[in-house]
């Protein structure tokens, strides 16, 4: 069974930073351990864009962790699908596989990143 990698590109006007991690390995201002992010998305008025990018061999689904603690889910991406999503800095969204196990949880950040986890 090939790795899952999911590579997330936030975008932020002005911002040219990129940061290569896994989803246990990268900056923390991005992926963290689970259990230190909120357990719901703070307000925020910085704007921001999250690009997904599947490339694995399955469906995932992208969930934003809503003000009350809920998940919405946003899109399934299919396999070298790719997905715009605008959000807000700290907002928390989640990616899971076909199978619900989930793949990475982290927080948008202030810069441009690139996350591989």
């Known amino acids: 069974m090939r790795t899952m990698i999911i590579a997330v590109l936030l975008l932020a006007a002005g911002c040219s930073q990129e940061v290569i991690g896994s989803a246990t390995s990268a900056p923390s201002a991005v992926v963290a351990d689970p259990e230190s992010l909120p357990d719901r998305s703070p307000p925020s008025d910085q704007a921001v864009a999250l690009t997904f990018i599947n490339e694995t061999e399955g469906p995932v689904d992208i969930l934003w962790l809503d003000f009350e603690g809920d998940l919405t889910r946003y899109t399934s991406l299919a396999p070298d699908g790719e997905y715009l999503q ?32």
């Open 86 to 117: 605008p959000t807000y800095v700290g907002h928390i969204w989640i990616v899971r596989d076909a199978d619900g196990r989930e793949r990475m949880r982290f927080a948008a950040a202030k810069t441009s990143q690139v996350v591989i986890g």
